[in-house]
């Protein structure tokens, strides 16, 4: 039986509770078509309780970026077991899981929403690509990256973060296939790297050494081969 009483939340259970709400808002549609009045309702809530908690949108939506940002910097994290194909390509399916599910606001994020520019915002992203490239160079097992293998790694997290932007504008592409094609396009920007580079090819030698013969860059190699033309 019911009393029909409602329980009072702590300050701090409360803060997160408006957090979530909010980022399943903004995960939805771009924050800036969510008010504060939606938040309020659906947090079952008044307006000025909502500015109680937090001075204004900016930093209730920061406060919702952050902890995206944290999801989003976990996904990253992969047990270091079996090939670097298919470590790559499970963490591939993390990132499009999280961009399915937040696509608007991820959308908003990347090519301009409310805290976009903020010191905040900036540093969140940043944060996140930073765990990103810590994780891929701990899967490499690369202490003291050269340059030239931060660039590889770099330009491949803004790779990742274009492509799914792309994607999203109309998911015209299999999402599997281009999970698949991130993880070949690592290796093809670390191939070419290798090519002229001889830290960076004992980099792939490594990782080639531990490649199945079936494996997801065995099979590009084997297509790469099958491109070029026939000598009569």
């Given at each position: 039986m019911t009393t029909g009483v409602r329980r009072r939340m702590g300050v701090e259970e409360r803060?997160?509770?408006?957090?979530?709400?909010?980022?399943?808002?903004?995960?939805?549609?771009?924050?800036?078509?969510?008010?504060?009045?939606?938040?309020?309702?659906?947090?079952?809530?008044?307006?000025p309780l909502v500015y109680h908690y937090f001075p204004g949108k900016l930093s209730l939506?920061?406060?919702?970026?952050?902890?995206?940002?944290?999801?989003?910097?976990?996904?990253?994290?992969?047990?270091?077991?079996?090939?670097?194909?298919?470590?790559?390509?499970?963490?591939?399916?993390?990132?499009?899981?999280?961009?399915?599910?937040?696509?608007?606001?991820?959308?908003a994020l990347m090519r301009?929403?409310?805290?976009?520019?903020?010191?905040?915002?900036?540093?969140?992203?940043?944060?996140?690509?930073?765990?990103?490239?810590?994780?891929?160079?701990?899967?490499?097992?690369?202490?003291?990256?050269?340059?030239?293998?931060?660039?590889?790694?770099?330009?491949?997290i803004s790779l990742a973060e274009s492509t799914a932007l792309i994607w999203l504008d109309g998911r015209r592409i299999p999402r599997a296939e281009l999970e698949l094609q991130l993880v070949h396009d690592f290796a093809a920007l670390t191939a070419v790297s290798a090519a002229f580079d001889e830290e960076m090819a004992d980099i792939l030698r490594a990782v080639l050494v531990e490649e199945p013969a079936d494996g997801l860059f065995a099979e590009l190699i084997t297509r790469l081969i099958e491109l070029a033309p026939q000598q009569s």
């Open positions: 803060r997160q509770q408006l957090i979530g709400v909010a980022l399943d808002l903004f995960s939805h549609r771009s924050p800036d078509d969510v008010s504060i009045d939606e938040i309020a309702a659906a947090a079952g809530i008044s307006r939506y920061e406060a919702a970026l952050q902890r995206a940002a944290d999801d989003l910097a976990e996904r990253f994290v992969e047990p270091r077991e079996g090939p670097l194909g298919s470590r790559l390509l499970r963490v591939m399916g993390r990132f499009f899981d999280f961009v399915d599910g937040h696509g608007p606001g991820f959308s301009g929403g409310p805290a976009v520019g903020s010191s905040t915002t900036n540093a969140l992203i940043d944060s996140v690509r930073q765990a990103a490239y810590v994780q891929i160079l701990a899967h490499l097992g690369v202490t003291d990256p050269p340059a030239r293998l931060e660039l590889v790694i770099r330009s491949w």
